[in-house]
């Protein structure tokens, strides 16, 4: 029983140590969707770049991602490949981060010329 306790102890404080994920956390890595209309999806991104692909259609979207602060960015559609869809460059999405999560955060993205005005959670795959 001692022992139940010490070890219950211990992991309460590895776990209160562990840093809190903020925005800054997701600028770079590997990501997909969590809602299933978008879990085709895989999203690259570095710090200047955001790459999507679609394992169904092979259609891939190279945007440049300007951040406004840590946790608002503007994407902007600057190549689109394999699809005939090119009417979409230019346009731009303004995403904002309102929570992180361990492996994930949830954003809100918005687009006039998309359309768009969505929130959805993204989770870090890599």
């Not at 140590?17 to 978008?38: L, Q």
Request: aromatic letters at 8%; hydrophobic letters at 35%.
């Amino acid at each position: 029983m001692k022992n139940i306790l010490v070890l219950a102890l211990f992991s309460m404080l590895l776990s209160s140590c562990a840093p809190d994920t903020t925005c800054v956390d997701f600028k770079t890595g590997v990501f997909e969707y969590s809602h299933p209309d978008y879990k085709e999806w895989k999203i690259t991104r570095t710090d200047s770049l955001q790459k999507e692909i679609s394992s169904k259609s092979g259609v891939e979207i190279i945007s440049t991602i300007a951040w406004e602060t840590d946790c608002k960015y503007i994407l902007t559609y600057k190549e689109i490949k394999n699809s005939k869809n090119t009417d979409l460059l230019g346009s731009k999405i303004y995403v904002e981060i309102l929570e992180t999560g361990k492996n994930k955060y949830t954003c809100h993205s918005k687009s006039e010329s998309l359309n768009l005005d969505l929130e959805l959670e993204m989770k870090r795959i890599e």
